[in-house]
């Protein structure tokens, strides 16, 4: 870790996001790169923190080539050793964790506290680290590159810049392992464990017919060796994902050739909007790859164990969901589960019945005895800009919403001011504005997008 070197306006310096639940993981997993505390990491953000690394004896930063845009991609070499690892992140532009990560992990491998450690595997290993493949949809923060095209289905055709730049440094390194690093939407669940899958990870297929030769059953090894750690930091959180050979695939066409690959993908937890669990996580088990490579340690693991992991499950979890609404509908009433998801520009009602049967929120609130109301529109001329007070008082009086889709009226507080429904009860696809009054009238909630805001009815 860096302790007297600027890096984009902040020092390097340590972060606790969780407290560490094995001793030997406690200093790994509290270093945290305070600049890259934004969910975004753009390629801005990193050129000034690889030109710093470019001067410390212990790296080589090598320039690879240009994107589709000429933003140059970079790899970062650590370490002589004959066993190789390759690890790539941001492929998707706007996947970030792992990102964030590598750059913790970097910074705290390079402190000089760590300088024993260091001795420990320097000549056994080489790490080689991409931080940013694509940083034309990272500067956009969109999954595909410059020229629309997912990189990640570009493993045969080669038809982008950045994936002949992975080919070609993957057959130039000759990887003995290969990390493809990964965010995941954050509505995949574990199982029918009704928590979020914060880790999911595979060994990809190399072919249809799924079969484990060496190298993928050496990657399943690995992989069921980091469960350990992963279980022991956030028990229940692991899941991994269905191995469907995937043709197109850089994954799978590295399992193809022969490199144990590995993908690690972050996803949501609970209370974590930026991914800072998984991010830790990440960081946690770069260091356990190098430790168990040295120490030969993942390949007493079984594979059983790998196979035991729960699969992911799709659409576990909603944004917020409301229990048990009732409406006040045009052939009279019924009650209806609301699920909420924040997709696109602003948050929409994305399923509606039966709902808490199958999925889970992050947030959920039982509106049992409650009625839904569409707000009335606020009152634009009167102030473009509501105090908190304000806002509350206009939802005591069933305002809070704006008939404009760029609104006039803003609220002063976090709650974001959204279109007004079309309609008196709630469909699919509609915004997510509306309160929760009990039978009288008094309203109790305003629901707006991802918050929750309580109403005093005193």
């Known amino acids: 870790m860096f302790k007297t070197t600027l890096v984009c306006g902040a020092l390097l310096t340590p972060f606790t996001v969780m407290s560490a639940n094995n001793p030997e993981h406690a200093s790994i997993a509290n270093t945290y790169i305070e600049s890259f505390n934004e969910l975004a990491i753009a390629p801005d953000d990193i ?20 994107s589709y845009e000429q933003r ?12 190789k690892v390759l690890m790539w992140s941001q492929m998707h532009g706007d996947e970030n964790t792992a990102t964030k990560a590598l750059f913790d992990f970097l910074s705290f491998t390079l402190d000089n506290n760590q300088a024993q450690w260091r001795q420990t595997w320097q000549d056994k290993v080489t790490v080689k680290i991409i931080p940013m493949l ?3 949809g990272a500067a956009k923060q ?3 590159n410059a020229q629309g095209i997912d990189i ?34 954050a509505y995949y669940g574990v199982g029918q464990t009704a928590k979020p899958a914060t880790i999911s990870v595979l ?56 490199m144990r690959t590995i993908l690690i993908e972050s996803g949501a937890h609970f209370n974590d909007p930026k991914r800072d669990v998984a991010r830790r996580l990440n960081r946690i088990m770069y260091k356990e790859v190098i430790d ?15 196979d035991a992991i729960p699969f992911n499950s799709k659409d576990a979890f909603v944004d917020v969901l409301i229990k048990n609404v009732t409406v006040r509908g045009p052939y009279g009433n019924y009650q209806t589960d609301l699920a909420i998801k924040d997709e696109g520009i602003f948050a929409r009602v994305n399923e509606l019945g039966d709902v808490a049967s199958v999925r889970t929120g992050f947030q959920e609130l039982d509106a049992q005895g409650l009625f839904y109301q569409p707000p009335l529109p606020l009152d634009s001329q009167a102030s473009t800009e509501l105090t908190q007070q304000q806002f509350t008082e206009a939802l005591k009086q069933g305002q809070g919403c704006t008939e404009s889709l760029t609104p006039r009226v803003k609220s002063a507080n976090k709650y ?27 309203v109790h909630y305003g629901i707006f997008g991802t918050d929750v805001v309580r109403v005093s009815t005193n």
């Open 152 to 185: 990640n289905r570009d493993a045969k055709a080669l038809n982008t810049p950045e994936g002949k730049i992975l080919m070609q440094v993957a057959k130039d390194f000759e990887a003995d392992f290969a990390f493809n690093l990964h965010d995941q939407n």
């Open 203 to 258: 060994a990809p297929a190399y072919n249809h017919a799924r079969d484990i030769n060496t190298s993928r059953g050496d990657a399943m090894r690995l992989i069921a060796h980091l469960s350990t750690s992963i279980n022991q930091h956030i028990p229940g959180h692991l899941a991994k994902y269905d191995d469907s050979y995937s043709y197109r695939s850089f994954g799978d066409t590295f399992s193809e050739m022969g």
């Open 72 to 83: 140059p991609i970079y790899a970062i070499t650590l370490g002589n050793g004959p066993t």
């Open 47 to 66: 050129y000034p923190v690889i030109e710093s690394l470019a001067k410390h004896d212990n790296i080589k930063v090598e320039l690879l080539g240009n």
């Open 134 to 136: 694509n940083p034309d």
């Open 292 to 306: 168990s490579i040295v120490a030969k340690s993942w390949q007493t693991a079984e594979i059983a164990v790998y």
């Open 416 to 442: 974001p001011v959204l279109p007004c429904p079309k309609q008196a009860f709630p469909y699919r696809h509609q915004s997510a504005a509306f309160l929760l009054s009990d039978d009288k009238g008094q």
């Open 142 to 144: 969109t999954r595909r």
